[in-house]
Structure formats: structure tokens, C-alpha cells
């Protein structure tokens, strides 16, 4: 981010003349959030997802590291979105945005303009992260297209050639598989789940993180695979989440990564409410 943003002069809600705005994504294991000056991303942060907290110590813990990090004072965030998959933090982050930044957050759900077209058997019952990654696949590249979200749960969206939200496929997230065979195989370690050369371990560390690592790129490519024999196409592929990297390393079905896809979602929906008010 280029430092006039930080240093000229600056108005409330703006940087250098720029809107500042706040998204935030609530993950069931991280919060991810970052700081948008216009339309460029300023800078991004993850931090672990707790119940226990308030919006007292999300707000201690959040805007010191965005004004730190940034320069942006809480008077220069002009306002706030947050989506979110764990019910009982979204009025704790409301409550921080209301308390900190005297400023109402847009929330991903009921009564938020997403623009987009969902046909689901019960459109409620779509996340609030599928839609936010929906809206900015569609803003930033093209349709069709299956969206793929790594993080505590997979998800893999499929938007048709008329901009339509179809449906998905929702499976375990890499740690949830990793988790889940240290705590069912009684005589199996725990591992860091990490990159690996070859398939055929020499020990059983090195045998448990190849299968989980090739075993997740070959569950990720087998769905995609499966998905596009459905819509009879061959839709572009999109991944983001906080394991993405890592996943794309073995799999073979991805054709273009984009770490900061949700946040640049909310950017968007951020846009076209503002506007509407």
C-alpha cells in the first residue's frame, strides 16, 4: 500500500481522499479481516475465532494492530461489513464496530443487496461466506465458475454461465481430517499436516501426512472432476481459504488461487449498499 494513503491529509471515514472500510469474515477457526483504502486492499489479518471474547477485547485486539499496521485511526474507517458462520460472535463484532468505531456494520444476511442470484432449494440456508466468495468470483472473473473455499470446512460452489448460484458440495476441511484420525486411531501421532514429494512414506509420521496431503488433493480433484461431468462444461476453477496454498501444491484441478477472495466479496457488497442508502 503506498504511504500518501497513510499521510495526506486525512478526512473521516477516508485516507488520502480514499473510503477506509472494515470487512471481517468470522470462520469457525479464524476471524479474517482486513483494511481497504478505494478499492486496494491495505492489509489483511487472521486471528483465532473465540467465543469466549468480547467486543471490548476484540476491539483492544483489532484496531490497535489495524492503526499500527496501517495508520488508520478508528475517526478514518468509514464503515464496517461482517459476514459470519458462528452465530453466537456476530453481535460481539457488531457490538466492537458499534463501541470502537461509532458505526453500524452491514451484515452478510437478510436484507443486505449481494446481487446475487441464488437457487437453492432454501437460499437461507447458503453460508455467509459462499456468498460473499460467489459475488466476487463473479466481479473478478468469470462465469461459469466453481468456487473452492479451504478452510475448517471445504466448500466448492458452482455459479452457471447466466450468473446463477446452483448449489455446492460442503466436506471436512484438511485439519477436521487430520484431527479426526489422531483422535479415532489410538495408536496414530498427531502430525503437522505439510507439504510432501513422494506418496510412499518411509515411517508413520511421513505415511500419515502423505495421506492426508495427497488424499485431500485427490478427494479436491475427484469432486471437481464430478462437478463439471454434472453442468456438462468446463466451468473456471477458483480457490481461496486459509489452506489454499498448501492444497494447491498436489491438486490438479485448480486453475487460479486468490487468497483475499472474501474479503474483496465484501468489499463489493460493502459498495453496493453504501450506495443504495
Known amino acids: 500500500m503506498p504511504a500518501s494513503l497513510f499521510t495526506d491529509k486525512?478526512?473521516?471515514?477516508?485516507?488520502?481522499?480514499?473510503?477506509?472500510?472494515?470487512?471481517m469474515n468470522i470462520g469457525n477457526t479464524h476471524i479474517y479481516f482486513g483494511i481497504f483504502a478505494g478499492e486496494e486492499l491495505a492489509e489483511c489479518w487472521r486471528l483465532s475465532t473465540d467465543e469466549k471474547k468480547t467486543?471490548?477485547?476484540?476491539g483492544l485486539q483489532i484496531l490497535p494492530l489495524v492503526e499500527k499496521v496501517t495508520g488508520a485511526k478508528p475517526s478514518e474507517i468509514e464503515g464496517a461489513i461482517v459476514s459470519s458462520v458462528v452465530p453466537p460472535l456476530l453481535p460481539v463484532l457488531e457490538k466492537m464496530c458499534t463501541k470502537y468505531?461509532?458505526?453500524?456494520?452491514?451484515?452478510?444476511?437478510?436484507?443486505?443487496?449481494?446481487?446475487?442470484?441464488?437457487?437453492?432449494?432454501?437460499?437461507?440456508?447458503?453460508?455467509?461466506d459462499r456468498i460473499v466468495n460467489a459475488v466476487a468470483a463473479l466481479?473478478?472473473?468469470?462465469?461459469?465458475?466453481?468456487?473452492?473455499?479451504?478452510g475448517t470446512a471445504a466448500t466448492f460452489c458452482y455459479?452457471?454461465?447466466?450468473?446463477?448460484?446452483?448449489?455446492?458440495?460442503?466436506?471436512?476441511?484438511?485439519?477436521?481430517?487430520?484431527?479426526?484420525?489422531?483422535?479415532?486411531?489410538?495408536k496414530l501421532p498427531r502430525v503437522e499436516v505439510e507439504s510432501k514429494d513422494r506418496v510412499i512414506g518411509k515411517n508413520t509420521i511421513d505415511a500419515i501426512q502423505s495421506g492426508l496431503f495427497f488424499g485431500y488433493a485427490s478427494q479436491v480433484d475427484g469432486i471437481i472432476s464430478r462437478m463439471k461431468e454434472e453442468v456438462k462444461g468446463n466451468p473456471f476453477v477458483l480457490a481461496t481459504g486459509g489452506d489454499v496454498l498448501l492444497v494447491n501444491e498436489a491438486a490438479r484441478s485448480i486453475d487460479k488461487v486468490d487468497p483475499h477472495l472474501?474479503?474483496?466479496?465484501?468489499?463489493?457488497?460493502?459498495?453496493?449498499?453504501?450506495?443504495?442508502?
Open 262 to 277: 472474501t474479503l474483496k466479496g465484501l468489499r463489493y457488497i460493502y459498495e453496493k449498499n453504501k450506495s443504495e442508502q
Open 10 to 23: 486525512k478526512e473521516h471515514g477516508r485516507m488520502g481522499g480514499v473510503r477506509v472500510v472494515l470487512v
Open 139 to 150: 466481479e473478478e472473473y468469470r462465469a461459469p465458475v466453481i468456487v473452492a473455499d479451504f
Open 101 to 128: 468505531l461509532k458505526i453500524k456494520p452491514f451484515v452478510i444476511g437478510p436484507g443486505v443487496k449481494t446481487g446475487l442470484n441464488i437457487r437453492y432449494d432454501n437460499p437461507r440456508e447458503v453460508g455467509a
Open 55 to 58: 467486543e471490548d477485547d476484540y
Open 159 to 186: 455459479i452457471d454461465g447466466s450468473n446463477r448460484y446452483t448449489g455446492g458440495v460442503i466436506a471436512p476441511g484438511l485439519s477436521i481430517s487430520a484431527e479426526a484420525l489422531y483422535n479415532h486411531g489410538s
